[in-house]
């Protein structure tokens, strides 16, 4: 099975835990979205790539 197929038949619940344990877990991501939470700008937006980088590890 690829990557990206992995969970694809666990629960929506299920995907969401383990998609935020993903991210969490590469601790430049999460550095990157505290710090945008924490400039509480109106409109900010996460490139898809660092997502699927940090989560291709898995």
């Known amino acids: 099975m690829t990557m990206?197929?992995?969970y694809a038949n666990l629960p929506d619940a299920?995907?969401?835990?383990l998609f935020l344990d993903i991210?969490?877990?590469d601790r430049n991501v999460r550095a990157a979205l505290c710090a945008a939470r924490?400039?509480?700008l109106p409109d900010w937006?996460?490139?898809s790539g660092v997502l699927y980088n940090a989560s291709g590890m898995r």
């Open 14 to 17: 299920e995907q969401k835990r």
């Open 23 to 25: 991210i969490w877990a």
């Open 45 to 47: 937006l996460v490139v």
């Open 38 to 40: 924490d400039l509480a």
């Open 4 to 6: 990206h197929l992995r």
